[in-house]
C-alpha cells in the first residue's frame, strides 16, 4: 500500500462548514465573538489573508478557544500562509487531544506526507451528530447519493443475517427492507442512530467505533459498509474483522471513493479514496476467492461527480487447522 495526499484547494470543505456553523459556537467571550464573526465576512468575500490577521488578533483575547485556532488554520492555508496553518492546527491538537476538528488530517495535508491511517473518532462522531437531523434530505436531495442502492443492487438475493456497518440514518437499510432475515447496525454517532432507529427497520443498533471492533462471538451471512471507508483510510483492520465475523457462504459488500492504483489517498476534503489495486489485493489476501469491482457515480460534490468503486466480495477461503476443523483466516 502506498499512502498519497491530494491537492488542496483554497476554500474550506463542506466538513469545516459544518463545524464553523455548528461546533464553533461560542468563545465564551463576545468581544471575541463579534471579531471572529468579521473575520468570516472576509474570508466569505474571499479575503482569506485578511480574516486570518483579524483572527491572530482575536486569538490573543481567547488563547484557549481550540475552534478558533482551526479557523485560523483554515484561512491562513487558504491564503498560502502553509507555515502559519500548521501552527494552528498544532496548536488545536494541544487544546484538544481529542481532534474533534480534524487538525491532524489538515496537518497531514500541509506536510504532505500523510501519518494518519484514519479520521480521529471524535472528528467523525462530532461531525455527523450535527449532521444528522439533515443527513439524509442533504444526502439524497442536493448531493444525488445513491450508494445504499447501489449496493443493494450488486449483492442480489436474501441476505440472511446482516450487519450494516457504519449505518448512519439508515439509508442501506431501507434498500434492503425485506431481504433481511435479520438486520443490525452499528455507527459511531448516537445522532444518527436515533435517526436510524426512527425508521423501525433495524432489528438492533449499536454505538460502535468502527476502527476500533474486536472479535465476538456473533457471525453474519452479509456485511455491509455503504460510503464508510472513506473515513477509515486503511482497511486492514476492518477487514481481518469481517473476515473473522462472516459466516460460512457470507459475502461482504462495500463503496468508497475511487483511488489509483495501489494507493490510499487522503484527499483535500479530508475523506479517502482507495486505489483498485489496493483493494483487489486486500481482499485476496484476506481469502476472498471471488471479488468484483464495479465503478459508479456514487453522489454529487460542489457540482462534480464522486467516482467511487462498488467492491463485492465471496467465496472466503478457509484455513485448516491440525484437528481437521475449519479455521478462519485472519
Request: with cysteine; charged share 25%; proline share 3%.
Amino acid at each position: 500500500m502506498v499512502w498519497d495526499v491530494g491537492s488542496r484547494r483554497n476554500y474550506p470543505t463542506f466538513e469545516s462548514c459544518l463545524w464553523m456553523s455548528s461546533v464553533l459556537s461560542s468563545s465564551g467571550d463576545l468581544s471575541a465573538d463579534r471579531r471572529y464573526q468579521f473575520a468570516q465576512s472576509l474570508a466569505g468575500a474571499g479575503d482569506y489573508a485578511a480574516a486570518a490577521d483579524l483572527m491572530v488578533e482575536t486569538l490573543a483575547r481567547v488563547p484557549g478557544w481550540a475552534a478558533g485556532w482551526m479557523a485560523l488554520g483554515d484561512w491562513a492555508e487558504a491564503a498560502g500562509r502553509d507555515e502559519q496553518a500548521a501552527g494552528a492546527f498544532g496548536r488545536v491538537l494541544v487544546l484538544d487531544a481529542a481532534d474533534r476538528f480534524g487538525a491532524g488530517l489538515r496537518l497531514d495535508l500541509l506536510r504532505r506526507v500523510p501519518v494518519a491511517e484514519a479520521m480521529p473518532a471524535a472528528f467523525v462522531e462530532t461531525l455527523f451528530d450535527q449532521y444528522a437531523p439533515r443527513f439524509d434530505t442533504s444526502l439524497t436531495e442536493k448531493l444525488r447519493y445513491r450508494g445504499p442502492d447501489l449496493l443493494a443492487a450488486a449483492v442480489s438475493g436474501p441476505l440472511g443475517r446482516v450487519l450494516d456497518l457504519g449505518c448512519g440514518t439508515g439509508l442501506m437499510g431501507q434498500a434492503i427492507a425485506g431481504r433481511c432475515e435479520r438486520l443490525e447496525g452499528w455507527d459511531i454517532s448516537a445522532g444518527m442512530l436515533d435517526q436510524a432507529r426512527a425508521k423501525g427497520l433495524y432489528d438492533r443498533l449499536e454505538k460502535r467505533d468502527l476502527a476500533r471492533l474486536e472479535h465476538g462471538a456473533a457471525r453474519w451471512d452479509t456485511i455491509l459498509a455503504a460510503d464508510v471507508f472513506i473515513y477509515l483510510g486503511a482497511l486492514e483492520r476492518i477487514t481481518a474483522w469481517v473476515v473473522h465475523a462472516l459466516a460460512p457462504g457470507g459475502r461482504f459488500a462495500f463503496t468508497v471513493e475511487a483511488g489509483e492504483g495501489a494507493d490510499v489517498t487522503l484527499q483535500p476534503s479530508r475523506r479517502y479514496a482507495h486505489g483498485a489495486d489496493y483493494l483487489r489485493m486486500l481482499m485476496a489476501d484476506a481469502g476472498f476467492g471471488a471479488v468484483h469491482l464495479e465503478t459508479a457515480i456514487l453522489r454529487q460534490d460542489r457540482g462534480a461527480p464522486i467516482m467511487s468503486y462498488i467492491v463485492t466480495c465471496s467465496g472466503l477461503r478457509r484455513a485448516t487447522d491440525q484437528t481437521g476443523e475449519e479455521a478462519e483466516l485472519a
